[in-house]
């Protein structure tokens, strides 16, 4: 059992950068002022842990982001009794201590969890909005300032990794996808800091591989693998260097596949 999932905590002051691509602000904002629960859901690597962030801060709202794996379980999220100084004491979980002290818990790629998380998550989304800890025996009722936030790639699930539609209905949901041409280009120099004429053919080039995905590629090029090639070329490297490690090689082990992809980024990038 993981008692150390990997949880990270929103420094304050600093509103993440984040281009709204339609009216994901304004409902995100009434979901949590109506205390409903929240689905977000989209491809790896379009900017759903970024809007959560960028929200967070918006709302001045504390925020606990648990990356979700396969070995993470229910006691992960809510807490355990572990030995200290030869004592036995309950430590509370990130979803816990979100619960007791209000904000925002998301938890970030959710059916890579354990099929018990959903069991204990279904109580915060439901008009009840408690948290039972059967070990401790303490129902805790969910602040006005408490939110969750779960999300999904539903392009990357199979059998064994679902999310069961009784679990989808208790949330209202955001379906995200990547940012039209422009936009994406605008924040790919943004954030990388290359002049938005070498960013074009970048964009373009991850256009034209996303349109390999369900083909050639179980996933398309992200938004962040993006961010991480132009960042290369802007540090120096050379763009056909640049592409091969941020925009290839993370996408596909078969040496053929890389081949063909490689045909493909000549084309488009001189």
Same mark, same amino acid.
């Given at each position: 059992?993981?008692?150390?999932?990997?949880?990270?905590?929103?420094?304050?002051?600093?509103?993440?950068?984040?281009?709204?691509?339609?009216?994901?602000?304004?409902?995100?904002?009434?979901?949590?002022?109506?205390?409903?629960?929240?689905?977000?859901?989209?491809?790896?690597?379009?900017?759903?842990?970024?809007?959560?962030?960028?929200?967070?801060?918006?709302?001045?709202?504390?925020?606990?982001?648990?990356?979700?794996?396969?070995?993470?379980?229910?006691?992960?999220?809510?807490?355990?009794?572990l030995?200290?100084?030869?004592?036995?004491?309950? +430590?509370?979980? @990130? &979803? /816990?201590?979100?619960? %007791?002290?209000?904000?925002?818990?998301?938890?970030? #790629?959710?059916? !890579? $969890?354990?099929?018990?998380?959903?069991? +204990?998550?279904? @109580? &915060? /989304?439901?008009?009840? %909005?408690?948290?039972?800890?059967?070990r401790?025996? #303490?129902?805790? !009722? $969910?602040?006005?300032?408490?939110?969750? +936030?779960?999300?999904?790639?539903?392009?990357?699930?199979?059998?064994?990794?679902?999310?069961?539609?009784s679990?989808?209905?208790?949330?209202?949901?955001?379906?995200?996808?990547?940012?039209?041409?422009?936009?994406?280009?605008?924040?790919?120099?943004a954030?990388?800091?290359?002049?938005?004429?070498h960013?074009?053919?970048?964009?373009?080039?991850?256009?034209?591989?996303?349109?390999?995905?369900?083909?050639?590629?179980?996933?398309?090029?992200?938004?962040?693998?993006?961010?991480?090639c132009?960042?290369?070329?802007?540090?120096?490297?050379?763009?056909?260097?640049?592409?091969?490690a941020?925009?290839?090689?993370?996408?596909?082990?078969?040496?053929?596949?890389?081949?063909?992809?490689?045909?493909?980024?000549?084309?488009?990038?001189?």
């Amino acid at each position: 059992m993981n008692a150390n999932p990997q949880v990270k905590t929103a420094d304050a002051g600093q509103v993440p950068h984040y281009v709204p691509a339609g009216n994901e602000c304004e409902l995100f904002e009434t979901a949590w002022k109506r205390q409903l629960p929240l689905l977000l859901k989209g491809p790896t690597g379009c900017g759903k842990t970024r809007f959560v962030s960028h929200m967070a801060e918006r709302l001045e709202l504390p925020l606990s982001t648990v990356s979700c794996h396969d070995d993470l379980t229910a006691a992960d999220l809510t807490g355990r009794f572990l030995l200290k100084g030869g004592e036995t004491v309950w +430590v509370d979980g @990130p &979803l /816990t201590r979100s619960v %007791r002290g209000g904000g925002i818990c998301y938890l970030d #790629e959710i059916v !890579e $969890a354990r099929k018990d998380v959903a069991v +204990v998550i279904h @109580p &915060l /989304t439901d008009d009840r %909005r408690i948290l039972p800890l059967e070990r401790t025996g #303490e129902v805790l !009722e $969910a602040p006005s300032e408490f939110m969750l +936030v779960v999300s999904y790639n539903p392009g990357y699930q199979n059998i064994l990794k679902t999310l069961k539609p009784s679990t989808k209905q208790r949330f209202i949901a955001i379906e995200f996808d990547f940012l039209p041409r422009e936009q994406e280009v605008a924040i790919v120099a943004a954030e990388s800091g290359l002049a938005e004429r070498h960013v074009v053919p970048l964009v373009t080039l991850a256009h034209r591989l996303r349109a390999l995905k369900g083909h050639d590629l179980e996933e398309g090029v992200s938004t962040r693998l993006l961010v991480y090639c132009a960042s290369l070329i802007e540090s120096g490297l050379k763009p056909r260097d640049a592409i091969r490690a941020a925009l290839i090689e993370p996408l596909t082990d078969d040496p053929d596949v890389r081949a063909a992809l490689f045909e493909v980024a000549n084309a488009v990038v001189a």
